[in-house]
C-alpha cells in the first residue's frame, strides 16, 4: 500500500492504525496494562512486576 493509499481511509482510522502499530509489541501491552492499573510507579515498579530488564522498559516507554 502506497502513501497515497492512506488518502482512501478517513483520518480516525489512519491515526487508529498508528496507535495499534506502536502497540504492537507485547511487552507495551503488559506495561500499558500495568500503568493503568497502578496510580502511580517509577520504571523500577515496572520491572520488579513484569519479566523485563530495566533497559528493556526504558526502550519501551520511549
Keep these: 500500500m502506497g502513501i497515497s493509499k492512506l488518502e482512501e481511509f478517513t ?4 491515526r487508529l492504525a498508528r496507535h495499534a502499530k506502536a502497540m504492537a509489541h507485547p511487552a507495551r501491552i ?4 500495568f500503568l493503568i492499573e497502578k496510580r502511580s510507579c517509577v520504571c523500577g515498579d515496572i520491572v520488579n512486576e513484569l519479566p ?3 533497559s528493556t522498559v526504558s526502550q519501551h516507554l520511549k
Excluded at 11 to 14: A, G, K, Q
Design 11 to 14: 483520518v480516525r482510522d489512519n
Design 30 to 33: 503488559a506495561i500499558l496494562r
Design 52 to 54: 523485563l530488564s530495566q
